[in-house]
């Protein structure tokens, strides 16, 4: 045995691989290694991990770079090439849509199979479904019917069919957002957890507005009395001012055996649709009000006049509610995820893994480099690998599992993405590689190569 291990360094070094990312620092938010290693992949596969400088078919000098577990964005919206490509650029490998969700699943998948950056996947949407059987107008989120009147309860039987479905072809959960369904009953949410413990997976939940206590008390209860999984997000922009009393329940709960999780993004303005229930008490506010909304098309701070123009027009309007403080204790909470909540026409969904790098950890030290990659790699992967076996792989840096990395330059990561000009590119991410490819090489993103693969449950 002794002599095999002392062989085992000169084995490695014999092999050619695929690719070999020389001497990198790197940091594997499982096992706890942080140290110089040189990394081999070959295939799609992490073949071995050195001491020593390994021989690849390509080899890239990774010094001074930091060798991170691809990251796993739980909650993005616009699932498109154009937004793949920005989440490649943020060190992102997987971008989920989890909270809204889709419906029909399976179509779903079958349109970004083959054509995708970075892997894919998600929830059998709540909305999407109520929006279809209620004859809703609106487009990705309710306009009309289904927040605006109660589902009967052959409606509500035809939903549950729809969401049920998208289980049965493997989605990753069930997504709800209750603050744009507001007239579905705390009845047909509790019996929508109900299904979802069915399947044994998670509910992803945009809580009720409103009292955020109570919103909170309403999906753990319905947690605790179904036996699903919770999964809440967006805790900082939704709770604001009251951020470390959610986290206080959330934590309660967890340390008495519910299996409950969150996640925050890194930016003190959120982003909705201007014509959705989120704005359903618009008429009832004064005129400061209106100032904390801006219009990313024009960059102008809205009125109560240009609300209601655009409104009627419908688009994604930033709001600026949050402060930095509220924002620092989410990201800073040990059990908080960081997911991006990503959209084109906000700087979260260009920019969100790269500001925490290069603001909450090297320039404010509110965490530390390795609590920013577990909480954007490992927990992620860990939130889904009980119904998807294909994230067990995924979140690490380890011989065996799948070769979606990044590496980055500590000293210079950053967002680059504003609220006034939010489509840019993050900088300081070198390589990212998704299934053993590069999508990212000498911080250029490639084209033409679509190594992404569907993350569905098993």
Same mark, same amino acid.
């Given at each position: 045995?002794?002599?095999?291990?002392?062989?085992? !360094?000169?084995?490695?070094?014999?092999?050619?691989?695929?690719?070999?990312?020389?001497?990198?620092?790197?940091?594997?938010?499982?096992?706890?290694?942080?140290?110089?290693?040189?990394?081999?992949?070959? /295939?799609?596969?992490?073949?071995?991990?050195?001491?020593?400088?390994?021989?690849?078919?390509?080899?890239?000098?990774?010094?001074?770079?930091?060798?991170? !577990?691809?990251?796993?964005?739980?909650?993005?919206?616009? =699932?498109?090439?154009? /937004?793949?490509?920005?989440?490649?650029?943020?060190?992102?490998?997987?971008?989920?849509?989890?909270?809204?969700?889709?419906?029909?699943?399976?179509?779903?998948?079958?349109?970004?199979?083959?054509?995708?950056?970075?892997?894919?996947?998600?929830?059998?949407?709540?909305?999407?479904?109520?929006?279809?059987?209620?004859?809703?107008?609106?487009?990705?989120?309710?306009?009309?019917?289904?927040?605006?009147?109660?589902?009967?309860?052959?409606?509500?039987?035809?939903?549950?069919?729809?969401?049920?479905?998208?289980?049965?072809?493997?989605?990753?959960?069930?997504?709800?957002?209750?603050?744009?369904?507001?007239? /579905?009953?705390?009845?047909?949410?509790?019996?929508?957890?109900?299904? /979802?413990?069915?399947?044994?997976? !998670?509910?992803?939940?945009?809580?009720?507005?409103?009292?955020?206590?109570?919103?909170? =008390?309403?999906?753990?209860?319905?947690?605790?009395?179904?036996?699903?999984?919770?999964?809440?997000?967006?805790?900082?922009?939704?709770?604001?001012?009251?951020?470390?009393?959610?986290?206080?329940?959330?934590?309660?709960?967890?340390?008495?055996?519910?299996?409950?999780?969150?996640?925050?993004? !890194?930016?003190?303005?959120?982003?909705?649709?201007?014509?959705?229930?989120?704005?359903?008490?618009?008429?009832?506010?004064?005129?400061?009000?209106?100032?904390?909304?801006?219009?990313?098309?024009?960059?102008?701070?809205?009125?109560?006049?240009?609300?209601?123009?655009?409104?009627? =027009?419908?688009?994604?309007?930033?709001?600026?509610?949050?402060?930095?403080?509220?924002?620092?204790?989410?990201?800073?909470?040990?059990?908080?995820?960081?997911?991006?909540?990503?959209?084109?026409?906000?700087?979260?969904?260009?920019?969100?893994?790269?500001?925490?790098?290069?603001?909450?950890?090297?320039?404010?030290?509110?965490?530390?480099?390795?609590?920013?990659?577990?909480?954007?790699?490992?927990?992620?992967?860990?939130?889904?690998?009980?119904?998807?076996?294909?994230?067990?792989?995924?979140?690490?840096?380890?011989?065996?599992?799948?070769?979606?990395?990044?590496?980055?330059?500590?000293?210079?990561?950053?967002?680059?993405?504003?609220?006034?000009?939010?489509?840019?590119?993050?900088?300081?991410?070198?390589?990212?590689?998704?299934?053993?490819?590069?999508?990212?090489?000498?911080?250029?993103?490639?084209?033409?190569?679509?190594?992404?693969?569907?993350?569905?449950?098993?």
């Amino acid at each position: 045995m002794r002599f095999l291990l002392w062989l085992l !360094p000169s084995l490695l070094a014999a092999q050619t691989y695929d690719i070999v990312l020389q001497r990198g620092r790197v940091m594997d938010p499982e096992s706890g290694l942080d140290a110089v290693r040189s990394v081999a992949v070959t /295939a799609n596969k992490i073949a071995a991990i050195s001491e020593n400088s390994l021989r690849g078919k390509v080899e890239i000098d990774a010094s001074g770079l930091v060798v991170a !577990p691809g990251f796993i964005d739980l909650h993005q919206h616009g =699932q498109t090439p154009e /937004a793949y490509g920005y989440k490649a650029m943020d060190g992102v490998t997987t971008a989920l849509e989890l909270e809204v969700g889709v419906s029909p699943v399976s179509e779903w998948y079958a349109a970004r199979t083959g054509k995708s950056v970075i892997n894919f996947g998600a929830s059998s949407g709540h909305i999407a479904a109520r929006m279809a059987i209620m004859k809703d107008t609106g487009d990705f989120l309710p306009r009309d019917a289904a927040m605006n009147r109660l589902a009967t309860p052959q409606e509500q039987k035809a939903i549950e069919s729809v969401v049920e479905k998208g289980l049965d072809e493997g989605a990753l959960g069930l997504g709800m957002g209750i603050t744009y369904t507001p007239t /579905a009953t705390p009845d047909e949410i509790l019996n929508l957890f109900y299904l /979802a413990a069915k399947f044994k997976r !998670p509910v992803f939940v945009h809580m009720r507005a409103g009292n955020v206590i109570a919103s909170l =008390q309403e999906v753990i209860a319905d947690a605790a009395a179904s036996g699903a999984p919770l999964h809440v997000v967006h805790i900082n922009s939704m709770a604001t001012s009251k951020t470390g009393e959610a986290l206080r329940m959330i934590e309660g709960v967890r340390s008495r055996g519910l299996d409950v999780t969150t996640e925050a993004y !890194p930016y003190v303005a959120s982003a909705t649709r201007i014509e959705s229930a989120a704005f359903s008490d618009w008429e009832s506010q004064p005129p400061a009000y209106f100032a904390t909304l801006l219009w990313p098309p024009t960059g102008e701070r809205l009125t109560r006049e240009s609300f209601i123009r655009y409104r009627k =027009q419908g688009g994604t309007v930033v709001r600026f509610g949050n402060t930095e403080d509220m924002v620092r204790l989410a990201v800073a909470s040990p059990f908080v995820m960081v997911a991006s909540d990503g959209s084109l026409d906000h700087p979260r969904g260009q920019g969100t893994y790269s500001r925490i790098l290069g603001n909450y950890v090297r320039e404010e030290k509110a965490l530390t480099l390795m609590d920013a990659i577990r909480k954007s790699s490992l927990m992620p992967a860990q939130r889904l690998e009980a119904m998807s076996p294909q994230m067990r792989l995924k979140g690490r840096v380890k011989v065996g599992a799948d070769a979606d990395l990044s590496v980055f330059d500590p000293a210079t990561v950053i967002d680059k993405s504003t609220f006034q000009n939010p489509r840019q590119y993050s900088a300081g991410f070198r390589y990212v590689l998704v299934d053993g490819a590069f999508v990212v090489r000498d911080g250029k993103l490639q084209t033409g190569v679509y190594p992404g693969q569907g993350i569905h449950a098993r």
